[in-house]
């Protein structure tokens, strides 16, 4: 079975604070993915990378940024935290961009 | 870009009852997927159906690419099949676009 974790299940954190959000898949995938979930607007790509040390923006990049130095690790890192980024953010991957696994899933407030 | 549209965007059924959630896309694509998110949040992988018709268990999926939809099939219903139920399909970037989902509610 394909595994995707993600280092929290729930993260607090505070107004400019930088945050990291760890993500890693166990199936030696190439692509992986970072989303966004929020009611009423659904999931909305925010970065993805198809290789180490590559990366692509999605449709909501904004305030993000991410980097992939393994091949199973793919992070998040939000530079300055705003409270409009409170949000659930989904990691997933894949060998393929159009098959995903997902991640449990990481539910961020920004106080 | 490619739209996808779910219906219906809410369903509440009595445990024991069979649905259909139905998917429209408004572009061909030649990929298609149905995910389930349950009450923690967590996708989980139901079908990666780009065309075609695919059981398990309990659920089936059918795809006709040709005219633009996937259903998918949920029969005899369980209380544990509640959730949101997601389809995506490949958009150009090479992402998943996805619908807003069909809210599933099963009553015991």
């Known amino acids: 079975d394909v595994k995707v974790t993600q280092s929290s299940r729930y993260l607090v954190k505070r107004t400019g604070e930088k945050v990291f959000l760890e993500c890693v898949q166990d199936m030696d995938h190439e692509n992986m993915f970072w989303y966004r979930q929020d009611p009423g607007l659904g999931l909305r790509l925010i970065y993805f990378s198809y290789d180490v040390k590559m990366k692509e923006k999605g449709d909501i990049p904004e305030g993000y940024s991410v980097s992939r130095e393994k091949k199973e690790r793919f992070s998040l890192i939000l530079e300055s935290a705003s409270t409009n980024q409170t949000s659930m953010y989904l990691c997933?991957?894949?060998?393929?961009?159009?098959?995903?696994?997902f991640g449990p899933g990481t539910r961020l407030t920004v106080t | 870009g490619i739209q996808v549209e779910q219906s219906p965007p809410d369903l509440i059924l009595q445990e024991g009852a069979n649905s259909t959630l139905r998917c429209n896309f408004s572009?061909?694509?030649?990929?298609l997927q149905w995910f389930h998110q349950n009450p923690w949040g967590q996708l989980i992988n139901l079908f990666y159906?780009?065309?075609g018709t695919k059981q398990n268990g309990r659920l089936s999926a059918t795809t006709v690419a040709t005219e633009r939809y996937s259903l998918l099939y949920i029969s005899s219903s369980q209380t544990t099949d509640s959730g949101v139920y997601f389809c995506?399909?490949?958009?150009?970037?090479?992402?998943?676009?996805f619908g807003k989902g069909t809210k599933l509610s099963v009553k015991p």
């Open positions: 995506a399909v490949g958009g150009s970037q090479g992402n998943l676009i």
């Open positions: 997933a991957s894949g060998t393929s961009p159009y098959e995903q696994y």
């Open positions: 572009d061909s694509v030649n990929n």
């Open positions: 159906i780009p065309s």
